[in-house]
Nanobody
């Protein structure tokens, strides 16, 4: 069982930056693939980024590539999402998730555990 708690969301102007954190409970954090997803009002949840258990494999959605950076610190049981050059269309609730299979890590169905989400609002 893994419990995930996101933090770091907030209100920022377009072009600004935010850093999201996701703290995980449990001693097996380093064995999980970690992902970030987001859901805007009236839209389906969409994949943002994922990182393999040891951090050696990273993948981004095209919409955030070059602006967002995912990283993890297994010693701190934490995964991060650094978001730069934010746009109004990045406004959403951001969720972190933990899963087992890297091959399924761009799909929400590939994750077993989810955090409660943190709101990111980008004003124009």
């Amino acid at each position: 069982q893994v419990q995930l708690v996101e933090s770091g969301g907030g209100l920022v102007q377009a072009g600004g930056s935010l850093r999201l954190s996701c703290a995980a409970s449990g001693r097996t954090f380093s064995s999980y693939v970690m992902g970030w997803f987001r859901q805007a009002p009236g839209k389906e949840r969409e994949f943002v980024a994922r990182i393999s258990s040891r951090g050696g494999s990273i993948y981004y959605a095209d919409s955030v590539k070059g602006r967002f950076t995912i990283s993890r610190d297994n010693g701190k049981n934490t995964v991060y999402l650094q978001m730069n050059s934010l746009k109004p269309e990045d406004t959403a609730v951001y969720y972190c998730a933990a899963g087992t299979y890297l091959q399924m890590a761009e799909q929400s169905s590939g994750y077993n555990y989810w955090g409660q989400g943190t709101q990111v609002t980008v004003s124009s």
